[in-house]
């Protein structure tokens, strides 16, 4: 029995790791810095959080196949146990496949959110699924045969009754084996014998940032993250000391002598690019010739720009950013959390009160990514999505409609709102499975594959809203931000291809009656649209941001993300990661964009320095979300 349940675990353990390197050989670029040695130990490493999973998810079969029980032999009991080892091991490999391309997106392994990803209502979610395996089928391919070596293991070691049982010796003898079982199973699940269980951050521990989610395994950061508090309140300073370092809390932007804006207010267009990181804009790159994106080019030769930096990977991370100035610091979404109730300093909301008619808009189906549901939560008091469209023939097949048909019904919708208004436009085009209408398949010569081609559609669709809106009166009267929700999952060129270069975003601000365009290098981020928009808009009243005014600000310039449990600053030319409570990396960018040198040893004023500041940071988001203190308004 024993030697039975010892190979069909070690059997799901080779599995597990077949599975990791089905992950590398997938995501090579991700990890092209690690040599072949190097390689090989994260490889090895990786065993200890395998152990961990293949302990959770096998204590029913383990503790089945070692119940000190006569029963256990009998071949419908033992029917049901190989079943259920198939089942359970069959989802633990499933998840581990599922990330094989997911991690594209994400970059980093799926945590619990999964579970609210299917249990949403959206209608979308199966169709969805069933797109990832027909685009991806030949990793569904790849899963059933790793499904068909478990029922083979199963089927091919069978446990055979012993000739003689005695009662007495027999039945103390397995309930031994049993209690064993179990304490090894209690070791394996903890992945050792330290104080404290092994987590996702752990990783951290073996190698860098970038490279925990080919240490890690999807069951392990699943199952780890499932049901648990998202954050824990945190006292790296004392109140006073606190605001000194870092404090999310504005004044307010009231006007001064002089100032022409009065109370003529402009109109607010916040457009979020789908996918748009600035390795696809001409704009960003040394040169524009053959560029993809030739009329957003054009527009931000015309604007107020930077090189700025998403808070988050995904559309989810990137809207509260953008629209409250809250990054994603948490293991879970916020729009998935149950802070997601916290009242939160959203933009529509202080527009409204500013008295602006305000709308969000996005093509795709109404419930996808609860955008709707944060739109409201921000104070907008309109969503218009693919239902509110209503016309089927442009729909995409997959998401919603096509960005140029439903760019000019936004175009009109806007047009018919009350000035001042503000609205929020997200695109959505350029998201995989980067769909075009057929008439434009062959239309961008310059595009050399479906993600660039996308791209280029919707700067097309840009150019032609653009186009649409420009002979309105209310278009010189306007404040136009332009940026992106994150960056794509591929195509990841020079330094982008980093833990920060993952990261690289467009932020301008356009006006058209201000052409004069102007780049600025300095430290930007999504969550500083906000507090730079109330500063054009002079709100006056104070609010919470965790952003700097970009235009005019006296506070220090930078970037925070998080990302597989660690936390990553970028502030003054150094790019810091810390763990929650010591810093694992200390980077100097302009010089080592790849992050391969480590001056966490040697530079420790810098070290000090950053580390403060982020843990201020750190501090004021945990316990101002837990405590729902993300708003002044009462």
Not at 53 to 81: D, E, K, S
Not at 134 to 141: G, H, R, V
Not at 423 to 435: A, D, N
Not at 586 to 606: F, G, H, I, R
């Amino acid at each position: 029995m024993q030697r039975l349940l010892m190979i069909k675990l070690f059997a799901v353990l080779l599995l597990m790791g077949t599975t990791r390197w089905v992950f590398y050989l997938f995501n090579t670029d991700t990890f092209s810095q690690l040599h072949f040695f190097e390689l090989l130990r994260l490889m090895f490493v990786g065993l200890r959080f395998d152990l961990s999973a293949l302990a959770i998810i096998n204590l029913p079969v383990i503790l089945m196949l070692t119940v000190p029980f006569v029963f256990r032999f009998h071949p419908i009991y033992q029917r049901i146990t190989n079943i259920l080892f198939v089942v359970l091991n069959s989802l633990a490999l499933a998840l581990n496949m599922i990330d094989v391309i997911y991690f594209r997106y994400i970059s980093k392994r799926t945590t619990s959110e999964l579970f609210q990803f299917f249990g949403n209502k959206d209608e979308n979610v199966f169709l969805l699924v069933g797109r990832f395996f027909i685009d991806f089928w030949y990793i569904l391919l790849m899963f059933l045969l790793l499904v068909w070596a478990l029922v083979f293991i199963s089927k091919f070691i069978v446990l055979k009754s012993p000739a003689t049982i005695r009662q007495t010796r027999w039945y103390v003898v397995q309930s031994l084996i049993c209690v064993l079982w179990l304490g090894i199973s209690v070791i394996m699940i903890r992945g050792g014998f330290q104080l404290k269980p092994i987590s996702l951050v752990s990783a951290a521990r073996y190698t860098s940032p970038q490279h925990m989610a080919l240490v890690l395994n999807t069951p392990f950061t699943v199952i780890k993250t499932y049901n648990t508090k998202a954050i824990k309140p945190v006292s790296y300073f004392e109140h006073d000391a606190l605001v000194k370092v870092f404090n999310p809390v504005y004044a307010g932007f009231p006007v001064t002598a002089g100032d022409s804006l009065g109370q003529d207010k402009k109109n607010v267009v916040i457009l979020i690019l789908e996918s748009f990181g600035r390795e696809h804009i001409g704009f960003y790159q040394a040169s524009t010739e053959n560029s993809n994106t030739p009329f957003l080019d054009s527009l931000l030769a015309e604007s107020i720009s930077f090189r700025a930096w998403a808070n988050g990977k995904r559309s989810i991370e990137a809207v509260p950013s953008i629209l409250a100035s809250l990054p994603s610091l948490m293991n879970i979404d916020y729009l998935t959390s149950h802070y997601v109730s916290n009242n939160i300093t959203g933009l529509g909301t202080i527009l409204q009160e500013m008295g602006y008619s305000t709308a969000f808009f996005h093509g795709g189906s109404n419930g996808t990514m609860s955008f709707d549901a944060f739109a409201r939560v921000a104070g907008f008091e309109h969503y218009f999505g693919r239902d509110e469209y209503s016309n089927e023939a442009d729909f995409d097949g997959q998401w919603g409609i096509f960005d140029e048909p439903f760019l000019q019904y936004t175009a009109a919708q806007i047009n018919a709102m009350p000035e001042p208004f503000g609205v929020g436009l997200f695109t959505l085009s350029s998201h995989h499975p980067y769909t075009v209408p057929p008439q434009y398949n062959q239309a961008f010569p310059n595009a050399h594959n479906k993600i660039q081609k996308s791209i280029a559609y919707t700067d097309l669709a840009l150019r032609r809203f653009f186009e649409t809106m420009k002979h309105e009166p209310w278009f010189n009267h306007t404040i136009f931000v332009i940026t992106a929700d994150h960056t794509s999952e591929d195509d990841k060129i020079g330094g982008m291809n980093s833990a920060l270069g993952n990261f690289a975003v467009p932020l301008a601000f356009y006006q058209p009656d201000q052409q004069a365009g102007a780049r600025i290098d300095g430290l930007a981020q999504q969550t500083d649209i906000l507090p730079t928009l109330l500063a054009m808009l002079h709100y006056d009243k104070p609010f919470v941001a965790f952003g700097n005014n970009l235009i005019g600000t006296t506070k220090p310039a930078y970037s925070v993300s998080f990302l597989n449990g660690i936390y990553q600053l970028l502030m003054d030319g150094y790019l810091i990661q810390f763990n929650g409570s010591q810093t694992i990396g200390l980077y100097q960018m302009e010089k080592d964009p790849m992050l391969l040198n480590n001056l966490a040893d040697t530079e420790p004023e810098v070290k000090h320095r950053l580390e403060s500041f982020l843990k201020a940071v750190i501090q004021q988001y945990n316990n101002r979300m837990i405590n729902n203190a993300l708003t002044l308004i009462e």
